[in-house]
């Protein structure tokens, strides 16, 4: 994945930038439009040494008021479906590929995606996960640099570089298309098993 860096942080290796650096690093963005119209950006949450990375669109609005990821009815979905892969909430770093919620919710612009996603690309160096779930198209094809869709991509995991990639449904999608349910929750079921015969280094002595 063509990692762009932070000024400064060109010959870092993965892992050493902490997350609280890029964050500082972004301060208060105005790389965008969107900052001009945000409550809060919202810049990921979860644990910084996360084996698993969930990366999703963009905030919603409660995570704009509340600065958190994935705290509205499609958190409460994920954090319920988390449970499939053997995971919990405080096993796993969530981001977004944008930081600041668009207007109405609508889709994220590319100029905006292209202002932001340095951030998001420097966080995936910072944590080194050994899995990134996509959630939704504009992670898939950010993470994956496809045109293609979730939905003829998904059910299978991929590999770009280092990391093993499972792009599914966003958990949002799921509260108006029920029928993906079953869909997102065989991906996590893929990732939980995966995890198993996979354990870290430190987890197999």
Known sequence: ?????????????????ALQEIRDVMGNCQLCPLGQTRTNLVFGT???????MFVG???GKNEDVQGEPFVGQAGKRLD????LAGLRREDVYIANVIKCRPPSNRNPRPEEIKACSPFLREQIRSIWPDVIVCLGNFATQFVLRTDRGVTQLRGKMYETG???VIPTFHPAATLYHEEWTPLLEADLTMLGDWLKENPRQEEAQ
């Open 1 to 17: 994945m063509g990692v762009m860096h932070i000024p400064g942080h060109e010959h870092q290796r993965p892992g050493e930038v």
């Open 46 to 52: 979860g644990n910084p040494h996360a084996r698993v």
């Open 57 to 59: 669109e963009g905030p």
């Open 80 to 83: 319920s479906l988390l449970g």
């Open 162 to 164: 280092h990391f093993k």
